[in-house]
């Protein structure tokens, strides 16, 4: 996340509004309700994610033991269970 300098977008009154309550301290102001992005939009993580619990699970189906798919993809046994529970009720 880039920082953004609050000089060089708040107006003058603003700027020392803000700094009645934080002063030379970092603030996160989050966006607004209507522009937020859902989890892994901005870099195509939760596509990636779907793609590679896609692959566990017809792993899986083929026959390869859950405990070579951990190994395989650098997860916990529990974690590949739930995998494939959710894969199941997909």
Known sequence: ??????????????LE???????????????????RKAWGAAQNSRQRLDARNSAIYQKYQAG????????LYYLSVKTIYKIIAAQNKN
């Open 17 to 35: 509004a803000i700094q009645n309550y934080i002063d030379g301290d970092y603030i996160y102001i989050p966006r607004k309700t209507c522009n």
């Open 64 to 71: 390869i033991p859950v405990q070579d798919l951990a190994a």
């Open 1 to 14: 996340m880039a920082y953004t300098k609050a000089s060089d977008v708040l107006p003058e009154h603003l």
